[in-house]
């Protein structure tokens, strides 16, 4: 087997009969031995009878089945564990990574690049706010974290076996597969393209599971906004001291200038350090959370089902 190909789908039904297609063909033109792993990320809609009505047909469609949504970074998790190709695509259900991409990845990879990432140099038919939100969001986590994570590349892309097998012996939890595939390493490539317009439906990747993405991928590769609660608690704490040290004096050399007038002024010192210190600790329970997470250390998913693939896979 030389190729696996993981396309996550979460209620997809709209586009899955034509990726199927687009997929097949781009593949064949490779001229390599491929596996397609479909993974229902839990879609309540017709995506699994209709994944599992084209793999009755046709072998080299392999299918996982979550019991439920667990997210399209496990998704992709999940489809890396269970692909035997010597190397795996990654690559969205509805088209905006266009298959035909595939054949330019295989290149590379056979040049002896072990990540070969699709770099979006443009993006069609999306919103003005997804664009500025993608933008935002790509260049916030690098700010934010210590790894270099190529910018306006999704999970779009080619890895070789030794990476996988590197990406699985990582035993954690929160997965941001991106971050991940840049932590291990390895000679990268990238190849361009443009980001097509989604063939059919809509995102499934409203605000909250982008703000969740950027948490998670900022908590998972960098310590910076606890080291940020620092500089700020110790700016705080200096400015109160200052003012700790006026009030002192005012009251033991100058009793009789003290009014009772500082209402204003002391409730809005108070609300703005308390904003500060609940600010802090919210960044606090991110990061223990995630540690909860971990420490539980339940499985990343839970399969109820599986198609074509060997018993001793
Ligand atoms: N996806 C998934 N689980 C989710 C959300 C999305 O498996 O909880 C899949 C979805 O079916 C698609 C891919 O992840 O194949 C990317 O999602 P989408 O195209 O909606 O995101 P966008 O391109 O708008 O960022
Ligand atoms: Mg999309």
């Excluded at 599971?209 to 700016?235: C, E, H, N, Q």
Aim: hydrophobic share 45%; with cysteine; net charge neutral.
């Amino acid at each position: 087997m030389t190729l696996s190909v993981v396309v996550p789908l979460y209620n997809e039904e709209e586009v899955i009969a034509e990726s199927y297609r687009q997929l097949t063909e781009a593949l064949e033109s490779c001229g390599e031995s491929y596996e397609l792993i479909f993974v229902n990320d839990g879609s309540r809609d017709q995506t699994w009878a209709m994944a599992h009505a084209l793999a009755m047909r046709d072998k080299r469609l392999k299918l996982l089945c979550f019991s439920r949504n667990f997210g399209h970074q496990t998704a992709i998790t999940a489809g890396m564990d269970h692909a035997s190709g010597d190397a795996v695509v990654v690559i969205d259900a509805d088209l905006q990574d266009p298959p035909s991409v595939i054949p330019a990845m295989v290149e590379k990879w056979r040049e002896g690049y072990d990540v070969v990432y699709g770099r979006r140099t443009r993006r069609k038919g999306e919103t003005l706010f997804k664009k500025a939100t993608a933008k935002a969001f790509y260049r916030g986590v690098n700010a934010m974290t210590d790894v270099d994570i190529p910018v306006d590349a999704g999970d779009f892309r080619l890895l070789d076996r030794k990476v996988i097998e590197a990406l699985k012996a990582l035993p954690e939890r929160n997965r941001y597969v991106r971050g991940l595939v840049s932590w291990v390493g390895f000679r990268q490539a990238a190849v361009d393209y443009v980001r097509e317009e989604r063939f059919a439906g809509v995102t499934k990747y409203p605000l909250r599971k982008m703000l969740r993405l950027a948490a998670d991928a900022v908590t998972a590769f960098s310590y910076k906004p606890l080291k940020l609660s620092i500089y700020i608690g110790a700016v705080m704490a200096a400015l109160c001291f200052a003012f700790l040290l006026f009030v002192i004096v005012q009251r033991v050399f100058f009793p009789d200038t003290i009014q009772l007038s500082g209402w204003a002024s002391l409730t809005a010192i108070s609300l703005f350090c308390n904003g500060i210190i609940l600010l802090m600790l919210g960044i606090m329970g991110e990061y223990i959370g995630r540690i909860y997470d971990e420490a539980k250390a339940r499985p990343i998913y839970i399969l109820s089902g599986k198609v074509n693939f060997d018993p001793a896979e």
